[in-house]
């Protein structure tokens, strides 16, 4: 009897760093491999960078104001809300000078949570990815949706706008931005530094652009949990005033980086550990039944 359990705990011993290999990318597998929305009421559960979405709408790949790009990566799903903003959104883009609508990028896997490559947010159904390319034609085949690219904004490594920023950019931002749906929209400071300057109107909207790397080929919009629902959570609000400042000093900290701080040499040497994969048990209890649902 003795010999029968040592026997078994040195299995369990032996397959342990297998186990535990499988579970460090379990979460990301498992939500990776689900192709359709859980037959559950929509809700968002945990954070925008580590939760899941239950009962998840697909956004339709082509709309009479937008197409749904990269079709083959299936992040086009997301809150109703959040294809509501979308509809609305795309509708306004669509009475912009040269802009037929919108070119839609990554919202959701249909289930949310961590995914396979890319992104450590959009795992709620509530993150979209805009593209900056005005389209001027809404019949593009899925061919072209996986190898149109979109164009990049930026100049001197993000510190300006380029010639293909044109005012229809602000007014998109601006209106995207005004919308009570949404908490912030992430954009390269160059261009919120850009809209800074040229706004000569109510510049309360400004605070919810907020400058950060990349984003040059596309924004990046956030919308705030749906009013009421337990079990999302929001992020911290934007600091009070439009943020123009804040946007200004990195852009004169790309233009003039500051001097790195002297190494005290007599300091402890820290290796910094790799960002870790979530598991499962990292999640929301209720992304579980998001994963089993039918």
């Given at each position: 009897m003795i010999l029968a359990r040592l026997s078994c705990i040195l299995v369990l011993l032996l397959a342990w760093p297998a186990h535990q290999a499988l579970a460090e990318i379990l979460a990301k597998q498992q939500f990776g491999s689900k192709t359709n929305g859980s037959s559950q009421r929509a809700a968002a559960w945990g954070s925008y960078a580590k939760g899941c979405v239950a009962g998840a709408v697909q956004l339709p790949e082509t709309g009479p104001t937008w197409q749904a790009m990269r079709l083959s990566r299936n992040r086009n799903w997301g809150l109703p809300g959040t294809v509501?903003?979308?509809?609305?959104?795309?509708?306004?883009?669509?009475?912009?000078?040269?802009?037929?609508?919108?070119?839609?990028?990554?919202?959701?896997?249909?289930?949310?949570?961590?995914?396979?490559?890319?992104?450590?947010?959009?795992?709620?159904?509530?993150?979209?990815?805009?593209?900056?390319?005005?389209?001027?034609?809404?019949?593009?085949?899925?061919?072209?949706?996986?190898?149109?690219?979109?164009?990049?904004?930026?100049?001197?490594?993000?510190?300006?706008?380029?010639?293909?920023?044109?005012?229809?950019?602000?007014?998109?931002?601006?209106?995207?931005?005004?919308?009570?749906?949404?908490?912030?929209i992430f954009v390269f400071p160059g261009a919120k530094v850009q809209m800074c300057n040229d706004e000569k109107g109510n510049r309360k909207w400004l605070a919810k652009i907020r400058p950060w790397w990349g984003h040059h080929y596309h924004f990046h919009v956030r919308l705030t949990c749906p009013r009421g629902r337990k079990g999302c959570t929001n992020q911290t609000p934007p600091p009070k005033g439009d943020g123009c400042a804040d946007a200004q000093k990195w852009v004169n900290d790309i233009l003039n980086?500051?001097?790195?701080?002297?190494?005290?040499?007599?300091?402890?040497?820290?290796?910094?550990?790799?960002?870790?994969?979530?598991?499962?048990?990292?999640?929301?209890q209720q992304c579980t039944g998001v994963l089993q649902s039918k």
């Open positions: 509501d903003y979308i509809r609305d959104l795309s509708t306004f883009a669509a009475s912009l000078p040269g802009w037929k609508g919108l070119y839609v990028g990554d919202i959701s896997q249909p289930r949310g949570g961590p995914m396979l490559s890319g992104h450590r947010s959009h795992q709620i159904g509530l993150d979209i990815d805009i593209w900056m390319l005005p389209p001027d034609r809404l019949n593009l085949s899925t061919s072209a949706r996986e190898n149109l690219s979109s164009i990049s904004m930026r100049r001197a490594n993000g510190a300006f706008v380029n010639s293909s920023w044109t005012p229809a950019h602000h007014a998109l931002l601006r209106a995207a931005a005004k919308d009570k749906r949404v908490a912030r980086p500051p001097k790195p701080k002297k190494a005290d040499p007599n300091a402890p040497k820290v290796t910094p550990k790799p960002r870790r994969e979530y598991v499962l048990a990292d999640l929301p």
